[in-house]
């Protein structure tokens, strides 16, 4: 069955670490995106990526990294310089940006700092 | 730019009365509307989707959404709410035209709590 995969389920940071999230999709999707969920502010647009080699900036970007090598993986690293990394995190696919289609998501990485 | 608001975050009603969810939107003349549903450690599920045809909208677990152009807003109906409808739902807009920008972007989220 198609889907998204993301990786770990939850994960421990010390401060000072990077650590990368991992999101994997099968379903053959051109577009991906990365949202942080905290509670009472739903789920906010990190980074966005609608095509190999090629991502965007999403509304709260600062101390997140991206990359997008293969249509099938876009990984997103948490660095140092992110002030308040606790969060849930979750992936996204659609078959193109803007499509009006189904997203799928992931089952999210909940990301600890300790 | 899109954007989405949610007017209630917390909605509480008895099983068995109606739900509404209040959604109002900010987009291009032709925004694409999406209702998502997140249960406790769960991960979200497409309830409905509005996409230009009509606007009424029928989904799953008997919602219903009406895309109101002149209001701007999208409303989440169910007529009976159900023990099993207590959640978290996201409003959603997609395709920003004017920016170039496309990509969901979620309201803040309204929790439904259902009491027997």
């Known amino acids: 069955d198609g889907g998204i995969t993301q990786s770990p389920k939850y994960l421990f940071r010390k401060e000072g670490q990077n650590v990368t999230l991992s999101c994997e999709q099968n379903?053959?999707?051109?577009?991906m995106y990365w949202y942080r969920q905290d509670p009472g502010q739903g789920l906010r647009l990190i980074y966005y990526s609608q095509i190999v080699n090629d991502f965007q900036k999403g509304d709260i970007a600062e101390g997140y990294s991206v990359s997008r090598e293969k249509k099938e993986s876009f990984p997103l690293t948490v660095t140092s310089a992110q002030k308040n990394p606790t969060a849930f995190y979750l992936c996204?696919?659609?078959?193109?940006?803007?499509?009006?289609?189904?997203?799928?998501f992931g089952q999210g990485t909940r990301l600890t700092v300790v | 730019a899109q954007s989405v608001t949610q007017l209630d975050s917390h909605v509480s009603v008895s099983e068995g009365t109606p739900v509404l969810l209040r959604c109002n939107y900010s987009s291009s003349y032709s925004p694409s509307l999406f209702w998502y549903v997140q249960h406790p450690n769960k991960g979200l599920q497409l309830l409905l989707k509005?996409?230009?045809?009509?606007?009424l909208v029928k989904g799953i677990n008997g919602f219903e959404a009406e895309f109101k152009k002149s209001e701007t807003s999208f409303h989440l109906t169910k007529p009976s709410a159900h023990m099993s409808d207590a959640a978290e739902y996201f409003c959603v807009v997609s395709d920003d035209v004017d920016t170039g920008r496309r990509a969901l972007t979620f309201g803040s989220g309204t929790r439904l709590q259902v009491q027997p």
């Open positions: 379903l053959n999707h051109d577009a």
């Open positions: 996204a696919s659609t078959l193109r940006t803007g499509s009006p289609g189904k997203a799928f």
């Open positions: 509005y996409t230009s045809a009509a606007t």
